[in-house]
């Protein structure tokens, strides 16, 4: 597969789609991203072209490996989660606890929610435990992928409730 010409086709239909919907008037949001307007995916979407880019230009071998994946699973709880509650004022926590691990590698996370604070335990167990790949674990945080092609176990009724705790934005 030539990914440069994939990469400028999908660059290509996602700036067609742009102006479709700026032609439209106003900022219509995006539906398979809650919360989001058209313009929102668009600068998110030009940091990620700028970013293959680089890669592109810069000739970096590969996918990234399982552990830089672990890495931005953190990140998702040390960074985006309190920063995604701050921004929509989410309600407080009263101690749920996840357990996030990750079938590809040795990662895992021990997410509890207190108050106003999103903290990894370094814990072992959670009222409910999600299992799946990296990306998969990502996928999942980022409302890309439903819990149900993860492995769940656990309390259910608590899935719903983390993006209640860590709302879209």
């Known amino acids: 597969m030539d990914h440069v010409a994939q990469f ?8 067609a789609a742009a102006r479709r919907a700026s ?6 949001l995006v539906p398979s991203c809650p919360g989001w307007s058209v313009a929102d995916l668009v600068i998110h979407l030009g940091a990620v072209h700028r970013h293959v880019h680089a890669v592109v230009r810069d000739r970096l071998p590969g ?25 929509t004022q989410a309600p407080p926590g ?5 357990l996030f691990r990750q ?3 040795p990662g895992t ?3 509890c929610f207190d108050g106003a604070d999103v903290r990894l335990t370094g814990g072992s167990e959670g009222a409910v435990e999600l299992a799946g ?3 998969d674990l990502l996928l999942h945080l980022w409302r890309r ?6 492995d769940v176990r656990g309390d259910r009724a608590l899935l719903d409730r983390y993006f209640t705790l860590v709302p879209p934005v």
């Open 63 to 87: 996918l990234p490996d399982p552990g830089d994946l672990a890495d931005a699973v953190t990140q998702v709880f040390e960074v985006m989660a309190p920063a995604r509650r701050s921004w």
């Open 8 to 15: 400028n086709r999908e660059v290509r239909a996602f700036e």
């Open 109 to 111: 996370w021990a997410v």
């Open 103 to 105: 079938t590809d590698g």
């Open 145 to 150: 992928l439903p819990a149900d092609r993860l």
């Open 23 to 28: 032609s439209s008037g106003g900022a219509p």
């Open 94 to 98: 009263t101690g749920e606890r996840y």
């Open 133 to 135: 790949t990296a990306s």
